[in-house]
T-cell receptor, first 115, second 110 residues
Framework: ETGVTQTPRHLVMGMTNKKSLKCEQHLGHNAMYWYKQSAKKPLELMFVYSLEERVENNSVPSRFSPECPNSSHLFLHLHTLQPEDSALYLC??????????????FGSGTRLTVV | SQQGEEDPQALSIQEGENATMNCSYK?????LQWYRQNSGRGLVHLILIRSNEREKHSGRLRVTLDTSKKSSSLLITASRAADTASYFC??????????FGKGNQVVVIP
């Protein structure tokens, strides 16, 4: 394990459901991120949290709602998703100095299927 | 865009052979990072090379960086079946930005 834990590992949800993805890290990192990985596309940065404040939201639809209650936990709340939202959702954390200087530690991801 | 682009996109080799993959990018960078992703898992950080470095080693991995050609290569020596994975380059640039490529799939045949 990398030190970043994501649950659940797999999720199948209908378009009218509401579900949440959870991410937890105990590495002492102060920044956490949500990425979306779709087949044959580069990783898409969705949200950035630094010291529990959202510092970046890359034009993500409002049906995705992040929450960062403390520096160790990050959630992604999902509601009324579309089939094209099916993807691997990756959580990552980084230490002081940021990912561009030290890299990310990723979780194993949640494989989301919207039916 | 600034993202790295890996080449070749797919590579199949025999166990014991060396695997080489390349990454090209477009503008100035602070550093370049390589990650590995096993099927259905998260990405694992392998190595970071700074813009003022030309070569770096980590175990069986060797990374080179040529900033004049805006390219980097990752060499895996004496490959093993466990090296089967997708490999991503990511360029660090600007104010703490990191942009990933689409990935390069490597299959090592036992």
């Amino acid at each position: 394990e990398t030190g970043v834990t994501q649950t659940p590992r797999h999720l199948v949800m209908g378009m009218t459901n509401k579900k949440s993805l959870k991410c937890e890290q105990h590495l002492g990192h102060n920044a956490m991120y949500w990425y979306k990985q779709s087949a044959k596309k580069p990783l898409e940065l969705m949200f950035v949290y630094s010291l529990e404040e959202r510092v970046e939201n890359n034009s993500v639809p409002s049906r995705f709602s992040p929450e960062c209650p403390n520096s160790s936990h990050l959630f992604l709340h999902l509601h009324t998703l579309q089939p094209e939202d099916s993807a691997l959702y990756l959580c990552a954390s980084s230490q002081d100095g940021g990912p561009a200087n030290y890299g990310y530690t990723f979780g194993s991801g949640t494989r989301l299927t919207v039916v | 865009s600034q993202q790295g682009e890996e080449d070749p996109q797919a590579l199949s080799i025999q166990e014991g052979e060396n695997a080489t993959m390349n990454c090209s990018y477009k503008t100035s960078i602070n550093n370049l990072q390589w990650y590995r992703q096993n099927s259905g898992r998260g990405l694992v950080h392998l190595i970071l090379i700074r813009s003022n470095e030309r070569e770096k080693h980590s175990g069986r991995l060797r990374v080179t960086l040529d900033t004049s050609k805006k390219s980097s290569s990752l060499l895996i020596t004496a490959s093993r079946a466990a090296d089967t994975a997708s490999y991503f380059c990511a360029v660090g640039y600007g104010n703490n930005r990191l942009a990933f490529g689409k990935g390069n799939q490597v299959v090592v045949i036992p």
